[in-house]
């Protein structure tokens, strides 16, 4: 049990640092759909589908995004593996708690505009709430 849960943080670290960079990746992403001026005329739905899927496949060129995406994939299916041998009641909360704790740590490193005393405040009690599940 000791190893899954380390295995649970390690996932919630990955999954908190990929979701601070493909938001990143998101932003540049959405700087570059933005630059693109809309066509004069209203699309019909098939024009407005491919779009979508034309926007879509921009994001995932992106490698800003597209390899945090990987990672947080790759993360996922270690979690789902770490399910098959840890009560969901444990797993979930762990690696939640983590990954919110995570998010907001690898967000403040990358210079996201945060409220630093409030994400210590709110991640010290993520922390000491992950102890009382792996501890209780």
Same mark, same amino acid.
């Given at each position: 049990? &000791?190893?899954?849960?380390?295995?649970?943080? *390690? #996932?919630?670290?990955?999954?908190? /640092?990929?979701?601070?960079?493909?938001?990143?990746? /998101?932003?540049? %992403?959405?700087? /570059?759909?933005?630059? &693109?001026? =809309? =066509?004069?005329?209203?699309?019909?739905?098939?024009?407005? @589908?491919?779009?979508?899927?034309?926007? %879509? @496949?921009?994001?995932?060129?992106? %490698?800003?995004?597209?390899?945090?995406?990987?990672?947080?994939?790759?993360?996922? #299916?270690?979690?789902?593996?770490?399910?098959?041998? &840890?009560?969901?009641?444990? *797993?979930?909360?762990? &690696?939640?708690?983590?990954?919110?704790? *995570?998010?907001?740590?690898?967000?403040?490193?990358?210079?996201?505009?945060?409220?630093?005393?409030?994400? @210590?405040?709110?991640?010290?009690?993520?922390?000491?709430? #992950?102890?009382?599940?792996?501890?209780?």
């Amino acid at each position: 049990m &000791t190893g899954d849960v380390e295995k649970m943080i *390690a #996932v919630g670290l990955v999954w908190g /640092a990929t979701n601070a960079l493909m938001r990143r990746g /998101a932003l540049i %992403w959405d700087e /570059a759909v933005k630059s &693109t001026s =809309p =066509p004069p005329y209203p699309l019909k739905i098939h024009q407005k @589908l491919f779009t979508a899927l034309k926007n %879509w @496949l921009k994001l995932l060129i992106i %490698w800003q995004y597209s390899v945090p995406f990987l990672l947080n994939l790759s993360a996922s #299916v270690t979690f789902f593996v770490i399910l098959s041998n &840890t009560p969901i009641s444990l *797993a979930v909360p762990v &690696t939640n708690a983590t990954t919110f704790a *995570a998010t907001a740590l690898f967000g403040m490193l990358l210079g996201e505009k945060t409220r630093v005393g409030l994400s @210590l405040l709110g991640t010290s009690f993520i922390v000491l709430g #992950v102890w009382l599940c792996i501890n209780a």
